[in-house]
């Protein structure tokens, strides 16, 4: 297993992590596989979306805001109610097939650390698993 820090500057943003993971997954050797990718945190997710316009990872934030604004009355007394929900929706695992020693994405789609809690230093796990002939 492998570990990535993200520092996060912002209470909420979508921080594009693709070329890291494609760093590690060329590094681990394996030619095919799945990376599994997982946020340990209640506060933060990750998804795959498009990375191509940065418009996108705007508006899904300014979305989830509406789903969930901070400072709604809440039942949840830490004030990060809203950041627990939004980890909820997005999610905290992906997983992505590798060939060739390359992520299988589309072709505008990228990989994104979510950060609704921020600003924080953040942990993702990886791990690559061959596949077995």
Known sequence: MKTL???TSLREEFIDITDE???VVKNSGVKSGVCYLYVPHT???ITINEGADISVKKDIINAL???????????HMEGNADSHIKTTLV???VSVFIE???????QWQSIFFCEFDGPR???IYLKIIKEEA
């Open 21 to 23: 993971v494609e760093n």
């Open 121 to 123: 230093a953040r942990k």
């Open 91 to 93: 999610g905290s695992s």
């Open 100 to 106: 060739e020693e390359k992520l299988i994405l589309g």
């Open 5 to 7: 820090t993200v520092k």
């Open 43 to 45: 506060t933060a997710g």
């Open 65 to 75: 805001k509406k789903i969930a604004p901070y400072g709604a009355e809440y039942l």
